[in-house]
């Protein structure tokens, strides 16, 4: 009876990141209109104009600085960079697709990627030709978090060199190369991602 005396415990703050409307659970719909006339110059084919929202990953890339990305159920992310934690100290929004994925099971085959697999001058995918981005000679290192409730995560180990090349004027397309890690039972789970990007800007979409 003497509840009103008690203190309520504060409310415990949500570790998945929510930006621009963005959430786990949430549903994104692009301009279709955009999409239609940006597709056909793409290495994307039959985006999904609405998509769900399945999971929300985290890379600490400093003290201030994140990539914040929303997987969703067309097998594609919008990742965000931000520096800071309001939606005005966003510095990037991109729209990305996996490619291909390629299991790797050796050491010997892994440790070849990451010395000069992941990394080169260029990238030709299916004879269009991507030019490499950052000058770094090895891939760089990143550990995302990857939510797909409040309470079910995982960990992955990231080694990622960024190429683009330029679709239009207006346009360019990057080509996102991973060399990721997980492990599983204490057993090293690899594999190689390539995914294509392109930048979003913010009525190219809203989220309900």
Same mark, same amino acid.
């Given at each position: 009876m003497f509840d009103f005396f008690k203190k309520k415990p504060a409310d415990k703050k949500s570790l998945i990141p929510e930006v621009l409307g963005l959430? #786990? %659970? %949430?549903?994104?719909?692009?301009?279709? #209109?955009?999409?239609?006339? $940006?597709?056909? /110059?793409?290495?994307i084919a039959g985006a999904a104009t609405t998509q769900l929202i399945q999971a929300v990953g985290v890379v600490q890339l400093d003290n201030a600085t994140r990539l914040i990305r929303y997987y969703t159920d067309d097998d594609a992310m919008v990742q965000i960079l931000i520096e800071g934690d309001s939606d005005a100290d966003v !510095? !990037?929004?991109?729209?990305?697709?996996?490619? @291909? =994925?390629?299991? $790797? /099971?050796?050491?010997?085959? *892994?440790?070849? *990627?990451? =010395?000069?697999g992941v990394v080169k001058s260029y990238w030709d995918l299916d004879g269009v030709n991507?030019?490499?981005? *950052? &000058?770094? &000679?090895?891939?760089?290192?990143?550990?995302?978090?990857? *939510?797909?409730?409040?309470?079910?995560?995982?960990?992955? /180990? !990231?080694?990622?060199?960024?190429y683009s090349r330029d679709v239009n004027a207006d346009l360019s397309e990057?080509? $996102?190369? @991973?060399?990721? &890690?997980?492990?599983?039972?204490? @057993?090293?789970d690899r594999c190689l991602v390539l995914s294509t990007a392109f930048e979003l800007q913010p009525n190219d979409f809203k989220v309900n």
């Open positions: 959430r #786990l %659970g %949430g549903v994104i719909e692009l301009d279709a #209109l955009k999409m239609k006339i $940006i597709e056909p /110059d793409l290495t !510095q !990037q929004c991109m729209l990305s697709y996996y490619y @291909s =994925t390629t299991p $790797i /099971d050796t050491d010997t085959r *892994w440790n070849e *990627w990451l =010395t000069k991507f030019t490499k981005l *950052w &000058e770094n &000679e090895l891939p760089v290192a990143m550990t995302e978090t990857t *939510w797909t409730s409040e309470t079910e995560c995982s960990r992955t /180990d !990231q080694f990622v060199m960024l990057v080509l $996102i190369v @991973s060399a990721e &890690e997980q492990i599983v039972n204490n @057993s090293a």
